[in-house]
């Protein structure tokens, strides 16, 4: 089991910046990847940015170049930097956890976070 909490979603200008943190239950050097989904109202949920135990990282065309995503396993926590924000980025938040043993895989997401872009 994996618990997940989002933090650091709120209101921002366009252009502005944001840093969301995903604070696992358990050592997310033993996830095998995390990454961060977004929802906006109408739409499915679709993948933002996802880093995998081994290092690679997998980034949104829409996202590339403003997103940053990383890990810190001495807080088993998950950071995803957002750089010139702009209203299409409005979305809730989710953050993901994939655990994989043996042929069993768990996937687990946080409760969200809303990220709004507005002036």
């Known amino acids: 089991q994996v618990q997940l909490a989002e933090s650091g979603g709120g209101l921002v200008q366009p252009g502005g910046s944001l840093r969301l943190s995903c604070a696992a239950s358990?050592?997310?050097?033993?996830?095998?990847?995390m990454g961060w989904y977004r929802q906006a109202p109408g739409k499915q949920r679709e993948s933002v940015a996802v880093?995998?135990?081994?290092?690679?990282?997998n980034y949104a065309d829409s996202v590339k170049g403003r997103f940053t995503i990383s890990r810190d396993n001495a807080k088993n926590t998950v950071y995803l930097q957002m750089n010139s924000l702009k209203p299409e980025d409005t979305a809730v938040y989710y953050c993901n956890a994939i655990v994989i043993a043996g042929i069993s895989r768990a996937n687990y997401w946080g409760q969200g976070t809303q990220v709004t872009v507005s002036s």
């Open positions: 880093i995998s135990s081994g290092g690679p990282i």
């Open positions: 358990r050592r997310i050097a033993s996830i095998n990847a």
